[in-house]
């Protein structure tokens, strides 16, 4: 079982530089979200995607970019990389109930891809 | 907003104590549900559990323990008889509502080192 797979899992880049992170979930979610690890401060939601061609700003959107073309992808893009962009980046989907407000649903978690701007 | 707290950054123990992670939320919602995540040194994020706001019955499972309660907003987990292997980063999380993509609050982690 796959689950949700992150590439690249290591990375690193120069001050300036573009990238693009992959996320790919096989679950058939609906929910797409991307956060980042920071020591001391948790996971810190980026952007999130409630379905296939949508997206939403999260708690730290500011720097990136995301597209959701196919549903079993969610991709995070660094258009111009700073070092406060150093991070862990977690992709990470749910599926959604439709019949509840409050799904309330078990978000899983990609491997984590470590990215260093130097 | 949503806010979760987890007041205790690192916590040490030597095998065999237990251990207690505290955990207080804020929410304006009603109906929300908490979570428990592990963080192995491997990195990886490990579901442990999810609780609604509903149901404040505490839960037990194998060395683990969870206690919820609405009326302090808090869902402490504590680990019973420590073990080396439970050395890790732990979070807790607090789930919004569907509207707004199910997304997930977490705190700051409590790192747990378990001496032999």
């Known amino acids: 079982n796959a689950g949700v797979t992150q590439t690249p899992k290591f990375r690193v880049l120069k001050t300036g530089q573009s990238m693009t992170l992959l996320c790919a979930q096989d679950m058939n979610h609906e929910y797409m979200y991307w956060y980042r690890q920071d020591p001391g401060m948790g996971l810190r939601l980026i952007h999130y995607?409630?379905?296939?061609?949508?997206?939403a700003k999260g708690e730290v959107p500011d720097g990136y970019n995301v597209s959701r073309l196919k549903k079993q992808n969610f991709l995070l893009g660094l258009e111009s990389a700073a070092p406060s962009q150093t991070s862990v980046y977690f992709c990470a989907s749910s599926y959604s109930t439709v019949y509840t407000d409050y799904s309330g649903n078990t978000i899983y978690f990609g491997e984590g891809s470590w990215l260093t701007v130097v | 907003a949503q806010k979760v707290t987890q007041a205790q950054t690192e916590i040490s123990v030597v095998e065999k104590e237990d251990v207690t992670l505290d955990c207080v939320y804020e929410t304006r919602d009603t109906t929300y549900y908490l979570f428990w995540y592990k963080q192995p040194p491997s990195g990886e994020l490990v579901f442990l559990i999810r609780r609604n706001s509903f149901d404040e019955q505490n839960e037990i499972s194998g060395r683990y323990s969870w206690n919820f309660q609405k009326s302090t907003s808090s869902f402490n987990f504590t680990i019973t008889a420590s073990q080396v292997v439970d050395s890790a980063v732990y979070f807790c999380?607090?789930?919004?509502?569907?509207?707004?993509?199910?997304?997930?609050?977490f705190g700051g982690g409590t790192r747990v080192l378990v001496k032999p």
């Open positions: 999380a607090l789930s919004g509502t569907k509207a707004a993509g199910n997304k997930l609050t």
């Open positions: 995607s409630v379905g296939e061609g949508t997206t």
